[in-house]
C-alpha cells in the first residue's frame, strides 16, 4: 500500500493442461498481473489445494512478483484440459477444486475496500462459496471503485441468475462479440450490437459497456460516448492473455485520470503487444 492504485482480481486460478505441458493461467490472475507491470498495486484472490500443483502454482505467483491472497483448502488445485483443434481451444475444467471454496477473510475485506478497480467474471461463481466470497467482497468495494464484470463463458457455467446478481453489483461490463450473442439471447433481447449494449447501460446502470470483437474492432459504450477501434494488424505469437491485458490497461488508464478514448486506445495497444508475446504473462517494454 504505497500510493499506487490498488487493483483486485477475483476468482479462478488454476493450471492450463494444454497439450505440450502445463501453464498457470485463470483471467483474474492474468488481469492482475497485466494491472501490476501497468504500475498498480495488484492483489490476486483465489483458492488452491494443500498439494504438489498448488505449491508449483503459488511458486509462479511468487515468480511473477504479483500481491496475492491465495487460500490453501481442502480440495484438489484447479485444472483445465485443453484440447486443441485447428488452433482453437477447447476447455474441460475440473469441477469440486480449491477455486470453488475461496474462503472469505479480512484481510481480502481490508484491501477490498481500499480498491480502485476489481476485476470478476462468471466461471468462479459455479459453486456456492465462491459465489458468496466474490458478491459479498464486491458489495463492501468503495461506491466509486471500476467493478468490471468480465464474462467468461465456459461450458454450462453460468446462468441468468448469476448474470443478473453480478451486473447488480458492477458498473462495468466487458464481452466479446460470440458472448453478447449468448447474453441478449438470456435476456431475450435480439436488437443491433449499439441497442443490446445501450439497453445493458440502462438497465443496470453502468458506467460503460465494452465490446470486443477479436482481430477486427473493440468498441466502448458510454452513455454518452462511444469509442470505437480498429484491432491493430500484428505479428501474432498467440493470444493468450490478451482481453485480459485490454482489461487491466484501460483500467489503469481510467484510474489515471485518461478519457474513455484514450484509455480504449492504450488498451488496444497493450492487446496487441501482448499477442506478439508467448503465454499470458510476458514482460513488459515500458
Partial sequence: MNGKPI???LGEILWDLLPDGKKAGGAPINFVYHSSQLGADSFAI????KDALGDELLEEVKRIKINH???RVNYPTGT??????????????TEGVAWDYIPLTAQMEEVVK?????CFGTLAQRSPVSQHTILKLLSIAPKNSLRILDINFRQHYFSPETIEKSLNLSNVLKVN???LVVLCKLFSRDGSEEEECRWFIDKFNLRMMILTAGANYSTIFTSG???KISTPKTDVADTVGAGDAFT???ASSIIAGKTIKEAHRFAVETAAFVCTKAGAWPEYEL
Fill in 225 to 227: 460516448e462511444i469509442s
Fill in 46 to 49: 483465489s483458492a488452491i489445494g
Fill in 7 to 9: 487493483i483486485v482480481g
Fill in 114 to 118: 481500499k480498491a480502485e478497480a476489481i
Fill in 69 to 71: 491472497l491465495i487460500q
Fill in 248 to 250: 487491466g490497461a484501460l
Fill in 177 to 179: 462479440d460470440e458472448e
Fill in 80 to 93: 483445465a484440459e485443453i484440447e486443441l483443434k485447428n488452433g482453437i481451444p477447447k476447455f474441460t475444467i
